[in-house]
């Protein structure tokens, strides 16, 4: 609990609210749900938000990248994760 309470003041105070950081982690998800989309940008991303592009990018760069990183990062993830789970190996 104390663990979580302290990840969770230090977060607040990189993105200097609560609602900043509750809009990312909701920005994030948005990413999470359309990662296999290839054409997903920035833009289109904040289109969905209903958020500006240069707030997206602020958000982002609070958290400590930017969203083309985001995005790759996450891309990889899940194909490392995919990779390695027993349910696609039928298809390899």
Same mark, same amino acid.
């Given at each position: 609990?104390?663990?979580?309470?302290?990840? @969770?003041?230090?977060?607040?105070?990189?993105?200097? !609210?609560?609602? %900043?950081?509750?809009?990312?982690q909701?920005?994030?998800? !948005?990413? +999470?749900?359309?990662?296999?989309?290839?054409?997903?940008?920035?833009? %289109?991303?904040?289109?969905?938000?209903?958020? !500006?592009?240069?707030?997206?990018? %602020?958000?982002? +760069?609070?958290?400590?990248?930017?969203?083309?990183?985001?995005?790759?990062?996450?891309?990889? @993830?899940?194909?490392?994760? +995919?990779?390695q789970?027993p349910?696609?190996?039928?298809?390899?």
């Amino acid at each position: 609990f104390i663990l979580v309470s302290l990840t @969770e003041r230090s977060a607040i105070q990189a993105f200097g !609210s609560t609602g %900043k950081l509750i809009h990312y982690q909701a920005i994030c998800q !948005s990413i +999470e749900d359309q990662l296999g989309d290839p054409a997903l940008t920035v833009g %289109k991303i904040a289109e969905q938000q209903n958020a !500006s592009l240069r707030y997206i990018q %602020k958000l982002f +760069e609070a958290a400590g990248q930017n969203f083309r990183q985001y995005l790759r990062q996450r891309r990889l @993830e899940r194909c490392r994760s +995919e990779l390695q789970s027993p349910l696609y190996r039928h298809l390899s």
